[in-house]
């Protein structure tokens, strides 16, 4: 099993990205999905959360600008970034708590995707 986050790249402040996570290999069932993200000399933060039941949660810092969602179909999660700020430059990480076929729950992390935003 493997999370593998796409979308991220250079937009200016003001402007929208789409950042994609699609999980792979072989999958039984996936549970929450998150994004989070860590800028330089800064700790991982919590951006938003996705349950099964899509009931979603937010940081302060993002509310009303970026969305998050899911498409179970395709195993793929994904977070709306609009009227992006310089302070959310950061790499963005996707987290996914998945039950392999034949295995136990377990957490999974991609490898990041960085987001810059010019001022």
């Known amino acids: 099993v493997q999370l593998v986050e796409s979308g991220g790249g250079l937009v200016q402040a003001g402007g929208s990205l789409r950042v994609s996570c699609a999980a792979s290999g072989s999958i039984a069932t996936i549970s929450s999905m998150r994004w989070y993200r860590q800028a330089p000399g800064k700790e991982r933060e919590l951006v938003a959360s996705i349950s099964t039941d899509d009931s979603t949660n937010y940081a302060d810092s993002v509310k009303g600008r970026f969305t998050i969602s899911r498409d179970n179909a395709k195993n793929t999660m994904y977070l709306q970034m609009n009227s992006l700020k310089p302070e959310d430059t950061a790499v963005y990480l996707c987290?996914?708590?998945?039950?392999?076929?034949?295995?136990?729950?377990?957490?999974?992390w991609g490898q990041g995707t960085q987001v810059t935003v010019s001022s």
């Open positions: 987290y996914a708590y998945i039950l392999p076929l034949g295995r136990g729950w377990n957490n999974f």
